[in-house]
Structure formats: C-alpha cells, structure tokens
C-alpha cells in the first residue's frame, strides 16, 4: 500500500494512554482524538473534513498515528479499522472505527457547540 503524506492539524499528536487520559482531564466542552496512520488511503479525506469542522464547532482536537503508538494507548482504543475515532462530550463518549467524513461531521454537528462568529454578517 502506497504511503499517503497528508498534514494533521491536530493541537497535540498523543502516543501513550498517560497523554491520552491527561487529553480528557484538560478536554474543555469537547475532545475529538482523531485515529489514523500515513499508510492509510483513506484518512486525508477524514483530516480534511475535521479541519473544516474546526471552523463551525467547538472542539479539541488529538491525533494519534496507530502504528507509532506505544502498546498501552492501542490496547485502550483497541482500534482495528482506520479512520477511527473517539468524541468525548461531558459523560458521553461516542466511536467509530472505518468512519467516514460524513459520519465524523453529523458526531460533531451533534454533540459539539457551534463556534460563536461576531464578525458574520447577521
């Protein structure tokens, strides 16, 4: 499989559960950890689609890459489809392994606040 090069946008790459339980501490409203790999076909079009939600919704954004994460944080997630990911909004969590960009964005339109825009016209 051909390697894809794309950029993450993420605020934070975690490799360890220790970074990923610390993540959730300090998580604010929302925390979306975005699960993926560069040899993935698939997860430039999902990294392109959660950097456009960051426009309209209200979110922290973790990226951790599955082949360089250390074997604590892959038990945890237990990930076997990419892309994959984790939405943690107050007591409810929600994921989804093999998900698409149309499945991250209706997680996020539904469990995220809108972004408060005061320059838009009104």
């Given at each position: ?106 997680a996020v339109q539904t469990a995220c606040a809108a972004v408060l825009n005061l320059e838009e016209d009104f």
């Open positions: 499989m051909a390697t894809q090069e794309h950029e993450c946008c993420a605020e934070r790459t975690i490799r360890t559960l220790d970074e990923w339980e610390a993540c959730k501490e300090t998580m604010g409203d929302a925390l979306l950890l975005q699960m993926g790999s560069p040899q993935c076909v698939r997860c430039p079009a999902f990294t392109k689609c959660i950097d456009a939600l960051k426009a309209e919704w209200k979110f922290r954004h973790v990226y951790a890459n599955m082949h360089d994460v250390e074997e604590d944080l892959y038990d945890e997630l237990s990930v076997t489809q990419l892309p994959a990911y984790v939405l943690v909004t107050g007591n409810s969590t929600l994921a989804k392994e093999g998900a698409t960009p149309e499945q991250i964005s209706q």
